[in-house]
């Protein structure tokens, strides 16, 4: 593929979108029909193969951002709206060594973003996600300082609301919960929201297009979130926080010498169960305790996060005699419900 060898001799690590779809494109995966285009006699030829309605983009390794550049031009009918919108992007993207991109229009439920880099550290790793305008806006809404249980919403489905005695189609394009890491305080940055805005003609013509394409970019509310401390304790770093219970299975009571067994200590209920850790465990000589198979259930929804999270041990006992297990296995948790630090100790 000539394209990846030129860029890669000029230094370059990223990929244009249109060489991007030319590499998928030579392993089979169908990707938007779609020209590259530096003049207007190419930009006539990429509407004469292609047809209406098109989209217009600015196109470059190094653009990114291009729809807070006004570089996106989407649901062009007609020749003068594509000369006039590719006036507008080459005049900005030319001076950085770009192009235009002219490719048909294509709707869907979903925009995805999908990449690939080769890390010192771990070797390949694919990113997937959430596309377009939305992975910038959640990485400025996103906290450093919390952990995020993000709710993955995957379609943009409206909502009737009332505001002021008029009526609104609402859309949740993002939704999460945020559990702080430290004490300092939570801080939600106002962030830009650009949106297509169209002017509706007062007297429509039976020919040509009756709306005109305009932009207006919305700001959410800046937000600060006080965290409080926890009460002194020992372990107030590292405990969770939450409203859990207990669950147990054990696979045998009465048992000889040198014969394994398995014990799951389960905790379930509202919190950060990504973040629960093991319980402690207390070791000697009576018992050989091997480190536990862990299996994890988040549920998101009803603004809420629930789930389990469960420890399976493999366990195998060195002495004869009875055994309390709650002399071995303690989980300490904060419990929102009572205001104050919880214990669990296998029964």
Known sequence: ????????????????????????????????????????????????????PLVLKGCGSDLSHKTERNLVHLDIRSRDEALGAFDVIYGEVEKEGGAVLVQEMVKGTRELVMGLTRDRQFGPCVMFGLGGIFTEILKDIKPANCWEE????????????????????????????????????ISIPSVPFK?????????????????????????????????????????MNVVSVGNYSLEEELSSTNLQTGNSFTYNFKIIGEGNISAIEKPNLVSDAFFEFYPPNIRQDVNRGNNRVTGSKAFSYYIIPNEPGSFELGEYFQWIYFNTTKDDVSEFASR
């Open 195 to 235: 949106m297509i805005k169209y002017k509706v003609a007062k007297n429509p013509s039976f020919f040509g297009r009756n709306r005109q394409e305009d932009f207006k970019t919305f700001y959410s509310k800046p937000r600060v979130v006080r965290v409080v401390e926890l009460p002194p304790h020992p372990l």
């Open 1 to 52: 593929m000539d394209f990846i060898n030129k860029a890669l001799e000029d230094g370059k690590t990223i990929l244009s979108e249109h060489e991007s779809k030319l590499f998928l494109q030579s392993y089979g995966i169908p990707v938007t029909r779609e020209k590259e285009a530096s003049n207007k006699e190419v930009l006539l030829e990429a509407i004469s193969e292609i047809g209406f």
């Open 150 to 185: 993000n709710y993955n919403i995957d379609d943009l489905n409206s909502v009737q609301t009332t505001i002021n005695n008029k009526r609104y189609s609402q859309y949740k394009i993002y939704q999460a919960t945020y559990y702080p890491l430290n004490t300092e305080d």
